[in-house]
């Protein structure tokens, strides 16, 4: 549906009275109104603007001969009470097989070691991300191959795997073969929107209400490579929030055509489908990647966690 530019004027000044933009409404990539729409995207300073903690990582591989000499991204922090809980893929530089860790720490800057790690060595389980639904911590992982899959706990510690994650094109046909990872899922009204890469070569978004079948919402991905040069080689989505009524997307992205360094940047949407991107991207370069932001009493911090743990403060205060 092509919206007339009347009735666009009007959705933008309704979203804007309310706060909340539909989910739904569909705007044509390609019309002079979905420029007004870019245009005007907000990007606050607190989920944009970080500076580095001079002390260094918090977190990282033991560099011993350990199942976790060395870490990998993405790792995925949740915030619960004042408490945070971190889950990392470990492995040893000899050993392509990737395992699951998982540690604690009181403040997110401390942080100590599960003493039964690795908690979950079933399968290659890396480049996850968590998010809790009522008892239940849903966990979306690359396995072998960059195939995406989901496993669930109830105490985030045992883990249970329910297989790779079944995507369809938008007409329901299988999606074809090869890698679909960095899976990043939201939840809304009952329905999970799952965001995926394929070769890093573009971001698409599939949806699902049981959780058994995703099917696109488009086959054409949802967040494009370049044409800015911070992500015209390569880009992941790893974590979506949505703050004032818009979503933001937190990717990493590389310059480079051998992927030898990659940066972490913002794009935001009013409905998961459309995006911009930050004009200031990236927020963080120099190989400081794969971020993901957690609420924080002055705003949010800055995870960074490619292929250590860095954190990242906020350079003014924001709300929570």
Request: aromatic residues 14%; contains cysteine; proline residues 6%.
């Amino acid at each position: 549906m092509k919206i007339s530019l009347p009735l666009f004027v009007l959705t933008i000044v309704l979203m804007t009275a309310c706060g909340q933009p539909s989910a739904t409404e569909e705007v044509d990539k390609t019309s002079d109104e979905m420029v007004v729409l870019r245009d005007s995207v907000p990007f606050p300073a607190e989920l944009v603007q970080f500076q580095s903690m001079s002390e260094g990582p918090v977190f990282g591989g033991t560099g011993k001969n350990t199942w976790d000499q060395k870490i990998r991204e993405r790792g995925y922090i949740l915030k619960e009470g004042t408490d945070f809980f971190m889950w990392y893929t470990g492995y040893r530089p000899e050993s392509k097989f990737k395992s699951l860790g998982y540690a604690t720490s009181p403040d997110g800057l401390s942080w100590t070691r599960y003493a039964g790690n690795p908690i979950y060595d079933k399968n290659w389980t890396e480049d996850m991300m968590v998010l809790k639904v009522d008892d239940t911590y849903h966990m979306f992982a690359e396995g072998e191959s960059d195939v995406a899959h989901r496993l669930t706990s109830k105490d985030r510690i045992h883990w249970t795997d329910h297989g790779s994650l079944d995507i369809r094109y938008a007409d329901g046909r299988p999606l074809s073969e090869g890698p679909y990872g960095t899976p990043t899922v939201w939840r809304e009204d009952d329905i999970w929107y799952l965001f995926y890469e394929r070769n890093d070569l573009g971001i698409w978004l599939a949806t699902s209400k049981d959780l058994k079948i995703w099917t696109n919402m488009q086959d054409d991905p949802v967040i494009e490579m370049g044409p800015e040069l911070y992500d015209q080689f390569g880009l992941a989505v790893n974590q979506i929030i949505k703050y004032e009524g818009w979503y933001y997307a937190y990717y990493h992205g590389t310059a480079f055509a051998d992927w030898r360094e990659w940066s972490t940047n913002v794009a935001a949407s009013p409905d998961l489908i459309h995006w911009r991107k930050y004009s200031q991207n990236p927020i963080m370069g120099n190989n400081t990647s794969s971020g993901i932001v957690v609420p924080e009493v002055d705003g949010f911090r800055l995870y960074t966690m490619h292929d250590k743990v860095e954190v990242h403060l906020p350079k003014s205060p924001g709300k929570k």
